[in-house]
């Protein structure tokens, strides 16, 4: 890809040609025309020369494909970038391989006030079990460690760490030799996160920024609230993102509120809304997300933490104060709660009022026919994480085991939020699933059950449009003129237009329907490359030697 200019500014008008431009105004588009941070003009190439001598740049697309920028609607950031430097044990493949690289970590950082770690998933080994209290001391010399579950809702950490929080010992959630979760799970991470200093915290934003720009994503929404990280970490979050070129970010702050005082405190720390993960209920792999039913392989149902009373008091309040609400929500018991909630709520204020408000429910996994049903009926929007079936799904992995095969083939069932007209946004909930928005497209389109796939087309849409839906905008997330020009450019073979079953229409896959393509994302296929960012017509990304 070759440009004719010095790198782009806000204000310069910019002419994209000889590529492949995906934009509903022209299905056979090739260039596209970016002016003061907006779409101008989508065309064709031959059109594309009347523009060629009025615009400040010229980039040549040399065949590339561009798209709307990806949206993530579920993100922690500094988690995110404390994860991209730091401890990852995602790829420990046995206990005692996370153990070993736990000391080799310690050993390199000796400075760590408090080590943070990340990843770790016990079903994925051999062992089928976290590491102990014993064996995590001896590994980390008597350092304090923080190593949250991949999911984020349960910990194992040392006795240095526990001696920093007075109390924990009578806590909800304290095992003595176990993984921690609930309230002393909460206090923990508390006291592990003060011993990040501000440079640190702001050093790990910009990096998990970078790494969103990297891969075309161009907007995240950041889920924070006072169970997972701290004010100071999101204010300074969207102070930082707004200082800098950049993704966009929308924060979510997870708190209850109860009437306009408590919405105007949401309002003033920045956030769109009391949203996020304000828990419902907590996780299945750390047996915390709350059922109707036992676990098959615990026997208890999980976790509750509001109940549908309190629920319908947070939707009522945020709606009566035009704020946005939404809650994390994995389990069935907890979805049916949300949805109880949210009924009485519109009971309360009026459902036509409810609808407009677009409270957003995240996560949304272990739903049945009539909760689907009911979201529709709701307007609420689902804000789901594709990758946690690739990881989890199946009739031998974690879902299958904490619910058995039959509840683990029900959940998150795209196709049928779909059907019923449930506005979807995908998100990675990342750092629990990594930034991947095409791989997360790819785990849509290829569900480990096949009647909840969805295609690739609206698979695409839910992670560029349906995100910034979610936060209440539908003039954005696809390149039509007058769209804010948030777009990626990408390296990629050839587009087709791909459906997960012959139940979709043949018309839709033939290139006389007009149907724009899209990379294919079958299995085993190379996923596109990313070549450029661009946020509100300023370049924040260009991959090096491009």
Known sequence: MTESAAPQSEHRTVLLRGGDVHSPADPFATAMVVERGHVAWVGSEGAADAFASGVDEVIDLEGALVTPA????????????????????SGARTLGDALAQVRAHIAAHPADRVVLGHGWDATRWPEQRPPSRAELD????????????????????????????????????????????????????AAAHDAVSPAQRADAQR????????????????????????????????????GHPGPRVFGYWAEQVGDEKDALRIRE????????????????????????????DAPHSGTAHLDAGQIAAHVAACTEAGLQAGFHAIGDAALSAVVAGVRAAAEQVGLGRVRAARHRVEHAEMLTPETVAAFAELGLTASVQPAFDAAWGGEEAMYAQRLGVGRARTL?????????????????????????????????????????????????????????????????GTLVPGAPADYAVWRTDDLVVQAPDDRVARWSTDPRSGTPGLPDLSPGADLPVCLRTVVFGQTVYVRPNE
């Not at 480990?448 to 609206?458: F, G, K, L, M």
């Open 412 to 476: 998150n069932p795209y196709a049928a939020l779909l059907r019923a007209g449930v506005p979807l946004a995908f998100g990675s909930d990342s750092p629990v699933t990594p930034l991947d928005p095409w791989g997360t497209v790819r785990a849509a389109a290829f569900h480990r059950t096949p009647e909840h796939r969805i295609s690739v087309r609206a698979g695409f849409t839910a992670h560029t449009r349906g995100g910034w839906r979610a936060v209440g905008r539908d003039d954005a």
């Open 207 to 242: 990096a998990a920024l970078r790494h969103a720009a990297s891969l075309g994503i161009g907007t995240v929404h950041e889920c924070g609230g006072p169970d997972i990280s701290d004010e100071d970490d999101f204010t300074g979050l969207l102070k930082l993102a707004a």
């Open 138 to 189: 001896e590994a980390a010399g008597g350092r304090p460690v923080y190593l949250p579950r991949i999911d984020v809702h349960s910990a194992a950490v040392t006795t240095a760490l526990l001696d920093l929080v007075p109390g924990v010992t009578a806590m909800a959630g304290y095992h003595p030799e176990g993984a921690l979760t609930a309230a002393a799970h909460h206090a923990v991470r």
């Open 70 to 89: 990806f949206t993530d609607a579920h993100v922690h950031t500094t988690s995110t970038g404390l994860a991209l430097t730091g401890l990852d044990l």
């Open 269 to 296: 720390l920045g956030a769109v809304g009391a949203a996020g993960d304000l828990f419902v209920d907590g996780s299945l792999g750390s047996h915390t997300a709350c059922l109707h039913e036992p676990y098959a």
